[in-house]
């Protein structure tokens, strides 16, 4: 394994993206011995910035078995709120499906964290790691890739060579475009409102999604008795609603929402995301692997985009450090054959799944209603369904690598 040496430009792997993929793939390849390069186009000050992104992420638990096999998770944990139960309903249809995590065991289904909370805490783990070197307000321009190495070509002319270039510059990945890696589109006409309410009754660690006619609602429960909300409507009447005042706002989201949190009032301000699927055709090109939204910009229906994010970094690390242990080349063709024959089912099954379920849900068509309806009212009193389901959901489902499993490779 080569070491970094200062000044050189060369190291085992350039991560391109220092969004929450390309922290994390940063954090978990240097874990693992191997020196990284973290390059991207805002600056730190930027990156680091709460107003940027108002989203809280569901991490579900193999997640954060992950981030504490990283070390990231004790600086986290004070503010994760714990998912315990998710109560899924259909508009105002009396059926609903109540996942209950002892079900499945002691352990919650996953954590509420903030977006802005997390990024900071990577960023920090970023900064005091030795074998990473961080380029903030750097943008690639040029990809080339050796026989025996991969180097980009930044705008302000620095080259920087590795082993294996990590794509994680989000759906509009330019890495994906220099590499020829073609990419599926589809824009899904609605946006997701996302803000945060403080409410009158506790939320007891219960997360709530409902599905309404115009795209799901979300309360996540969030510490003390706040919850996040992430309420998608068609984009036009996103808009509307999205200027309303905040007690407008407040009624209009209690006239769509059961009453067993009480009272709801608006807290802080409000962001509004453009929903899209971006899926790229294939994960790698000859080294290059893509993680994250650089390889799969999924529907936020079932909060999984970003733990989908960290199944792609864990299976990486796990083959890159096989290979050193080998002696093979970390970016070589077997390593990154195995990294794409690992992923690709995973990534399809959640490309497909969140996009049906959006269109199955997203809609007032009676007939389709009746069948959801009996649908949850089905797996609900199913437990073997219903315990697979949850599984699924907290990432406990099928051959792990070992970080899921909470230990490094
Ligand atoms: C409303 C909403 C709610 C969500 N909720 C959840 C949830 O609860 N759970 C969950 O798991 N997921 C959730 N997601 C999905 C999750 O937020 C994303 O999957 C995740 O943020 C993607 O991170 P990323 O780092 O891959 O991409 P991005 O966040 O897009 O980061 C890309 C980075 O690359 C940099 N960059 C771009 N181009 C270049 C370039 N040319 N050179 C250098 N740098 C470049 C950018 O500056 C940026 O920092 C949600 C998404 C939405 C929209």
């Known amino acids: 394994m080569r070491k970094k040496i200062l000044n050189s430009s060369r190291y085992d792997v350039i991560v391109v993206g220092g969004g929450l993929s390309g922290l994390t793939a940063t954090v978990a390849l ?23 992104d108002g ?20 600086a986290l944990a004070n503010q994760a709120e714990p998912i315990l139960d998710i ?3 259909d508009g105002h249809s009396p059926y609903y499906l109540h996942y209950d995590h002892r079900e499945v065991g002691e352990q919650p ?12 805490v990577l960023m920090d783990t970023v900064e005091i790691t030795p074998l990473v070197e961080r380029r903030n307000g750097s943008e690639i321009e040029i990809l080339e890739v050796g026989t025996g190495d991969v180097s980009v070509v930044l705008r302000d002319g620095a080259r920087l060579t590795g082993c294996l270039l990590v794509g994680a510059d989000g759906r509009a990945s330019q890495v994906r475009n220099l ?9 899904y006409g609605q946006s997701s409102m996302v803000f945060t309410v403080a409410h009158e009754h506790p939320h007891r660690g219960v997360a709530h999604e409902c599905f309404l006619p115009g795209g799901p609602l979300a ?21 509307a609603f999205f200027e309303l005042n905040d007690n407008d706002l407040a009624d209009a989201l209690s006239h769509r929402f059961s009453d067993i949190l009480g009272v709801l009032s608006i807290e802080g301000r409000r962001w509004l995301y453009p929903l899209s699927l971006v899926h790229a055709e294939k994960q790698t090109a000859p080294r290059l692997a893509l993680v994250g939204d650089a390889a799969h910009g999924i529907h936020p229906v079932a909060g999984q985009g970003f733990n989908l994010s960290l199944r792609d970094i864990a299976a990486l690390a796990e083959e890159a450090v ?16 195995r990294y794409q024959t690992q992923r690709r089912f995973d990534t399809m099954t959640l490309v497909l799944a969140t996009d049906a379920i959006n269109r199955l849900f997203s809609n007032d068509i009676g007939p389709l209603r009746l069948l959801r309806s009996a649908g949850l009212a089905m797996v609900d ?17 099928g051959d792990l690598p070992s970080m899921l499993r909470g230990h490094l490779p």
Do not use: Y
């Not at 989203?55 to 990231?72: K, N, Q, Y």
């Not at 590499?179 to 824009?187: E, M, P, Q, S």
């Not at 309360?219 to 808009?239: H, I, N, Y």
């Not at 009193?381 to 489902?397: C, T, W």
């Open 30 to 52: 240097s874990k693992c011995g191997l020196s990284v390069v973290l390059v991207d186009r805002d600056p730190a000050e930027k990156v680091r910035c709460a107003d940027r």
């Open 55 to 74: 989203r809280t992420t569901a991490i579900a638990a193999a997640g954060r078995a992950m981030l504490d096999a990283l070390g990231v998770w004790s």
């Open 87 to 89: 109560r899924v309903s």
């Open 109 to 120: 289904m996953g954590h509420i964290i903030e977006n802005a909370h997390l990024k900071r």
């Open 179 to 187: 590499a020829g890696i073609r990419a599926t589109r589809l824009d």
């Open 219 to 239: 309360f996540l429960p969030m510490c003390g008795d706040r919850s996040s909300v992430v309420w998608t409507e068609q984009t036009e009447v996103a808009k």
């Open 322 to 337: 096989a290979a050193v242990r080998l002696g093979i080349d970390i970016g070589g063709p077997e390593v990154l054959r």
């Open 381 to 397: 009193r199913i437990p073997p369904l219903k315990q697979a389901f949850m599984r699924n959901a907290m990432g406990l489902m």
